[in-house]
């Protein structure tokens, strides 16, 4: 009888418990210490936000929110879908890279990664960074450089055995972006190697070719299993723009299903 005791108070425990309390990743942090960029936490718990501070979080389903300060409340957040908490562990180690210029790279960041460019959209190449390309069949690809932006020219090569002469283009002063040249189609994990003429250095960028999709998540993620990390900063920073809560106290409403 004892045991059958127990076990009822346990079910009602659970069964009052909410049924968003579940992993929460931050993807930005300003002025909240407790709580840096890549920290994973418990979505039922209470937290607090100060006054001008701001943390920008991400349920399980890839649902962002932005909370400015003051505020203190249960976030919640919610489960489902092909991403889960594993989701969050992929997009956390995207998190913890360091940005270029960034002084105060994210706890978790080390000496060996990378600094990856701040992207003016998901779908911007960086021509002065080797490593993965995400883009999207059937559309035009668009290059991107980094301050300071002179006159030169650019050329690509594939990286095959057969590769053929160069192809290479004028990129104007003070112009960022750059479509990628027609006579160069991009395959799904071919290598370009691309060289600015105001640069001594080469640069390899591997495509890859987005599934298609009309899941903003799916796209994400599939941007951090392919090793898009700037592009994958570069969505996610919009995705924590779109849903804003400020200036609450004691909320108990999970702030992300408003």
Same mark, same amino acid.
């Given at each position: 009888?004892?045991?059958?005791?127990?076990?009822?108070?346990?079910?009602?425990? !659970?069964?009052?418990?909410?049924?968003?309390?579940?992993?929460?990743? *931050?993807?930005?942090?300003?002025? /909240?210490?407790?709580?840096?960029?890549?920290?994973?936490?418990?979505?039922?718990?209470?937290? =607090?936000?100060?006054?001008?501070?701001?943390?920008?979080?991400?349920?399980? +389903?890839?649902?962002? /929110?932005?909370?400015?300060?003051?505020?203190?409340? /249960?976030?919640?957040?919610?489960?489902?879908?092909?991403?889960?908490?594993?989701?969050?562990? +992929?997009?956390?180690?995207?998190?913890?890279?360091?940005?270029?210029?960034? =002084?105060?790279?994210?706890?978790?960041?080390? +000496?060996?990664?990378?600094?990856?460019? *701040?992207? @003016?959209?998901?779908?911007? !190449?960086?021509?002065?960074?080797?490593?993965?390309?995400?883009?999207?069949?059937? %559309?035009?690809? *668009?290059?991107?450089?980094?301050?300071?932006?002179?006159?030169? =020219?650019?050329?690509?090569?594939?990286?095959?055995?057969?590769?053929?002469?160069?192809?290479?283009?004028?990129?104007?002063?003070?112009?960022?972006?750059?479509?990628? @040249?027609?006579?160069?189609?991009?395959? %799904?994990?071919?290598?370009?190697?691309?060289?600015?003429?105001?640069?001594?250095?080469?640069?390899?960028?591997?495509?890859? *070719?987005?599934?298609?999709?009309?899941? %903003?998540?799916?796209?994400?993620?599939?941007?951090?299993?392919?090793?898009?990390?700037?592009?994958?900063?570069?969505? !996610?920073?919009?995705?924590?723009?779109?849903?804003? /809560? %400020?200036?609450?106290?004691? =909320?108990?409403?999970?702030?992300?299903?408003?």
């Amino acid at each position: 009888m004892k045991t059958v005791t127990i076990l009822l108070a346990l079910f009602a425990v !659970l069964a009052i418990s909410p049924a968003w309390a579940n992993k929460i990743l *931050v993807l930005e942090s300003d002025g /909240v210490n407790d709580f840096a960029a890549g920290r994973t936490f418990d979505g039922g718990k209470t937290i =607090s936000v100060p006054a001008a501070a701001r943390l920008v979080l991400m349920d399980e +389903r890839g649902v962002a /929110v932005t909370i400015k300060g003051p505020y203190t409340g /249960v976030p919640g957040g919610g489960s489902g879908g092909a991403t889960g908490p594993s989701f969050l562990d +992929r997009l956390a180690a995207i998190v913890k890279s360091p940005t270029a210029g960034d =002084s105060h790279p994210a706890p978790g960041a080390t +000496r060996s990664m990378t600094p990856v460019a *701040v992207l @003016p959209n998901m779908w911007a !190449l960086d021509v002065t960074a080797t490593g993965s390309a995400c883009v999207r069949r059937g %559309e035009d690809a *668009v290059l991107w450089r980094p301050q300071p932006r002179p006159a030169t =020219s650019i050329s690509f090569t594939r990286r095959t055995a057969n590769a053929g002469a160069p192809v290479t283009k004028p990129w104007r002063i003070n112009d960022p972006t750059l479509p990628w @040249p027609n006579e160069l189609p991009l395959d %799904e994990g071919t290598s370009y190697v691309v060289t600015l003429d105001t640069s001594t250095t080469q640069h390899i960028l591997t495509v890859h *070719v987005a599934p298609t999709t009309d899941s %903003e998540t799916a796209t994400l993620d599939w941007m951090a299993s392919a090793g898009c990390t700037a592009q994958a900063k570069a969505l !996610l920073s919009d995705m924590g723009q779109r849903k804003i /809560v %400020e200036g609450r106290t004691v =909320s108990s409403a999970g702030i992300f299903e408003q």
